[in-house]
C-alpha cells in the first residue's frame, strides 16, 4: 500500500504546479467542483463495472475512484492518514460488534 | 496504510459469514448490485461533503468509500494488489507524459 | 405529462411546510445537500436498476429521479418549465445536426 | 410538458438508427452501460450545480439527467408513460400519508 503514500506525495506536489504541467494540475485548476465531479463520475463507472464488466475494467474503475479521491482530499487539506484513522477507529470499536457501528 | 491491508483481510474473511454477523456479511447476502449502490451512494455523499460539508464529514464520506470499494473488489475477487498495480503501472509510465496517459 | 406539472405544484406548495407534515418538507427542512444527495443516490440505484434489476425496479427508480430532481429544481427556485425549455432549444438547434449541439 | 412526449418520440425513432446519424444513434450501439454510465455522470454533474453551479448550469444538467433517463428507459423498452403512472399512483395514495408511502 506504499502506493497510496508515493500518489498523495506526488498528488500533493503537483497541485499547485503550473496547469499545462500534468493532469493533477490541470484539474486543479479547474476547481473543486471538477475534482468532486471526477470522483462521481469514477464511482459511477466503478459500479457498471463490477455489474457488467470485466476485471479489468473495475481494476481500471477502482484505481480512477482512489487516484481521484485522493486527489480531492488533497484538494481539500485532508489526508490519508486522517482517511485511514477513520477506517482504524471504527475497526477497533467495530470488533465486537461492527454492525451497530455502521448505521448507514 | 496497513489500515487497508487489515480492513481487506477482515472483509474477506466476513464475505461468506452468517448475515446476521456482521455488516460487511449481510450486506454481500444482498448480492452485488446492493454492494455497488452502497459505493455509489457513499461517493456522492463524498462529493457533497467535499463542497459543502465539514472537513470531518469529508473524512467520514472518504472512508465509506474506501470501505465499500473494498467490499465491491472482494465480492468480485479482485484484491487491492491489483488495483495498487494499475496505479504504480500508471505512475511509472506517467513520470514523463503523465497527462497523455491518462486520457479522461 | 401532466403529472409533473401537478407534481411541481405539490411540491412547490410543500416545500415551507412543516417538516413533519410531509416528506417534502421534512426533507427541504434538512437543506440542499441532503436533497442534492437523494438525488444522486437515486440515479445510482436507477443505473443499478437499468443493468441488473426487474423493469418495476427501473420505472420505480425513474419515479424516484424524476421526484427527486423536481424537488432539487424547486428548492432551488427553478421551474419545470426552464428546464423543459432549455430541451427544446437543443432539439430545435438539433434538427439537423443534433450531435454538433451535444459535445459529450 | 409536451417537451417530454416529444422527446421520447424521437429518441424512440434514433435507437436503432445508423449510429453515424445522431447522438443517441450513438450512445445506444455502445450499448446500455453507456447509456446508464451517462445518466449516472449527468446527476452527479447536476448535484454539483445544485451546491456550486450557476442557474444556467443547473437547468443545463437537469435537462441532460432528463434527455438521458428518456433513453435509458427507451433501450430497456419502458416508456415515460409508466414512470408517470407510478408517480401517480403515489400522489393518489400519498395524499393523505405521503411519507409513510415513501420509505426511502
Known amino acids: 500500500m506504499d502506493t497510496l503514500i508515493r500518489l498523495e506525495a506526488t498528488v500533493t506536489q503537483r497541485l499547485s504546479a503550473d496547469p499545462g504541467s500534468s493532469y493533477v494540475a490541470s484539474l ?3 476547481g473543486l467542483p471538477a475534482i468532486a465531479k471526477k470522483l462521481g463520475e ?3 463507472e466503478t459500479v457498471i463495472a463490477a455489474l457488467s464488466g470485466s476485471e479489468e475494467e473495475l481494476v481500471g474503475e ?3 475512484v482512489l ?3 485522493t486527489v480531492l482530499l488533497a484538494a481539500k487539506g485532508v489526508s ?3 482517511v485511514m484513522a477513520e ?3 471504527r475497526e477497533g470499536t467495530s470488533g465486537l460488534d ?3 457501528n455502521r448505521n448507514r
Open 28 to 30: 486543479t485548476a479547474k
Open 42 to 44: 469514477e464511482a459511477v
Open 62 to 64: 477502482a484505481a480512477d
Open 67 to 69: 487516484f481521484h479521491l
Open 80 to 82: 490519508l492518514d486522517q
Open 87 to 89: 477506517l482504524d477507529r
Open 98 to 100: 461492527e454492525k451497530a
